[in-house]
């Protein structure tokens, strides 16, 4: 799956026409990738949190002042002075910052606002021109981030954004609710390609492009392919 959102990212780039972009100009790239990280499934909106440093600018390793003066900067230069406060003291909730005095927001307060929020500067983002938002690894997504992207799908009934959303089929994980929503409620928007193991001969074609010149015993053959279990990314490291 990551070596096809890769290529696709590349044709993307190839095919797309859109408008230059100032140097500096918040929030208008065409395509971001987010993810779900393997001990993050328990932290809430953690698929937002990373979407959301990326939009910011931000890194993992940001201090949280750097992190609040980019949340400040961000809104500075994409909304109206009324509306920036809120936004601010939202996004601070969600990366744990702290908020102007008496604007303490959690539970439902916050998840309201959130949506809020979230939705509109998609909105923004993609009101001219298409946009590609890619979710990896949703299997290890929290509740709250898939309850939150299966909200945004909503949006492609009259934005033109592609939502591209990567997973295991783990039927007992948050992220397979993706699926399931997305073919009842989006069958008109929703495509599905379903990713198996390569065969033993695929493993051999695959290897062969990769080492063209080399004969390689059988008995390696069959124990790169064993390894490999199938998947062409591991075939490649092996």
């Not at 696709?8 to 026409?17: L, T």
């Not at 609710?177 to 069958?187: G, L, R």
Request: aromatic share 10%.
């Amino acid at each position: 799956k990551s070596r096809l959102i890769a290529e696709m990212r590349a044709e993307w780039e190839q095919k797309s026409r859109g408008p230059a972009v100032a140097d500096g100009a918040p929030f208008l790239d065409r395509w971001y990738e987010t993810f779900s990280l393997s001990y993050e499934t328990a932290r809430p909106y953690g698929l937002f949190q990373n979407f959301l440093r990326q939009v910011l600018g931000a890194t993992h390793g940001e201090s949280p002042a750097v992190l609040q003066a980019a949340i400040v900067d961000f809104t500075t230069a994409m909304l109206p002075p009324e509306q920036r406060l809120p936004v601010q003291n939202v996004l601070a909730a969600l990366f744990g910052l702290s908020q102007t005095e008496g604007a303490s927001l959690e539970g439902e307060a916050f998840k309201k606002q959130f949506y809020q929020i979230i939705s509109s500067l998609l909105e923004i983002w993609a009101h001219d021109n298409p946009g590609v938002i890619v979710c990896d690894d949703l299997h290890w997504s929290d509740q709250a981030s898939i309850d939150l992207l299966v909200h945004l799908f909503g949006l492609t009934d009259r934005l033109p954004i592609l939502f591209v959303c990567a997973f295991r089929p783990d039927r007992d994980a948050p992220g397979w609710q993706v699926k399931v929503k997305a073919d009842a409620e989006f069958p008109h928007r929703y495509a599905e390609s379903q990713l198996t193991p390569l065969s033993q001969q695929e493993g051999v074609a695959l290897g062969n492009q990769l080492l063209p010149a080399a004969e390689l015993p059988d008995a390696l053959w069959e124990s790169i392919l064993s390894r490999a279990s199938g998947n062409p990314f591991f075939l490649e490291e092996v």
